[in-house]
């Protein structure tokens, strides 16, 4: 309540008092109301007659509408404003909750999933509550998405945004939603391979690039079977020489894992310098992020498929060999691979039963060649 002398209008419980203007600094009429409202006498200020262009007559109309309940009185309207306010901030909309996991995960493939969430997903669930989506509103984005992308492209965006709700109710930030958010199946099961020839003109072309590293860092993943971020994590003192073991920290199943280093990934890394802890490091010594260019260059000039993967491709070559061989048992191709389940392995069966058939024909061949030594001694005799 102003304490300064009040001025009587013309109209029932309205008054003013002369204040000073925020802008010109020149005395100015400040309009107040009186009423009761809920049987409670309330006094509050209309507006100020330059900045709000307020009169005597607007603030009869403003206390009648208060009176009436159309206007909240100003302590209303504040105590709503305070409760908006608060009600947006604990608002956990799919955006939000993206930047929280983000803030409190450590996310392999940030770059990508960052991706996948600006272009896919922000744009037509961003702004939304989990509770506010419907299955159709995930059946839109997955059918928009497979117009213009591949199956996996929306299957990964999907279980993005899945994981993304998960992590809000688990941590108890949003109620459960009503509904799962189903993937699409997807079969990515694609083996890639090389020929004999194949490799020989990917070593060609290995040991006539000039950089640096894109050429061990193949070998490495030839030799290895590693992943292209596992390789980019690789420190020196992952490497224990004496027993022969490369330790994965942190590999895509979670958990620390050792392989062998054999004689060949042990002569790629005689080969290289110490200058950083990283082993194929990037800008100043940091861990390198990117490298596609330079290993595209090498396999363009090797003259390997388009759609060979530079990196990744090697992996699987190295799955295909061992498995081929009829050497390597799947749960020993698993270890190696550092696969968390023997599903991921099982692309590869075809190629070990291809060499189990083979070894199967040799027993049979070898049999018919016990049978045919046999034979040979018993017809000499008849012969004598």
């Known amino acids: 309540m102003p304490s300064m002398e009040r001025f009587k209008t013309d109209y029932v419980g309205v008054y003013y008092v002369m204040g000073t203007s925020i802008t010109t600094g020149k005395p100015e009429k400040i309009f107040y109301i009186q009423y009761r409202r809920n049987g409670k006498l309330v006094e509050e200020k209309a507006g100020r007659a330059g900045q709000d262009n307020m009169t005597a007559s607007k603030a009869s109309q403003k206390r009648a509408e208060k009176i009436t309940g159309k206007q909240l009185t100003n302590e209303e309207r504040r105590q709503k404003e305070a409760e908006e306010k608060a009600k947006k901030k604990a608002t956990w909309t799919i955006e939000k909750l993206w930047n929280s996991y983000k803030e409190n995960n450590p996310i392999k493939g940030i770059k990508t999933d960052q991706n996948r969430f600006d272009l896919h997903i922000k744009p037509v669930l961003g702004h939304k509550e989990p509770k506010e989506i419907a299955p159709l509103d995930v059946d839109r984005l997955r059918l928009k998405m497979a ?62 690039s000039i950089h640096p590293l894109a050429g061990p860092l193949m070998k490495m993943a030839l030799f290895t079977g590693m992943r292209r971020g596992e390789l980019f994590n690789l420190r020196w003192s992952d490497i224990d020489e004496e027993r022969g073991f490369i330790t994965i920290q942190n590999p895509k199943g979670g958990i620390s894992q050792k392989i062998p280093l054999n004689d060949e990934a042990r002569q790629v890394l005689e080969n290289l310098s110490r ?93 018919n060649q016990a049978i045919q030594e046999q034979e040979e001694p018993q017809a000499l005799k008849a012969v004598k």
């Open 275 to 367: 200058e950083s802890e990283f082993i194929f490091y990037g800008r100043g010594g940091d861990r390198r992020v990117d490298i596609h260019r330079a290993v595209n260059e090498i396999k363009t000039k090797a003259g390997l498929p388009k759609d060979f993967r530079a990196l990744h491709g090697l992996r699987h070559v190295y799955a295909s060999m061992l498995a081929s061989s009829g050497q390597v048992d799947m749960l020993a191709l698993q270890k190696l691979l550092t696969h968390k389940s023997p599903q991921m392995v099982l692309r590869y069966a075809h190629l070990r039963d291809s060499a189990l058939k083979a070894a199967s024909n040799l027993a049979g061949q070898l049999v």
């Open 147 to 208: 117009k213009e992308h591949k199956p996996a492209t929306v299957k990964n965006t999907l279980e993005l945004l899945r994981r993304i709700i998960n992590y809000g109710v688990n941590k108890n930030l949003i109620p459960p939603v009503s509904f799962k958010v189903k993937l699409p199946k997807v079969d990515n099961l694609k083996t890639e391979d090389l020929t004999q020839d194949e490799i020989r003109a990917l070593m060609k072309a290995i040991d006539e």
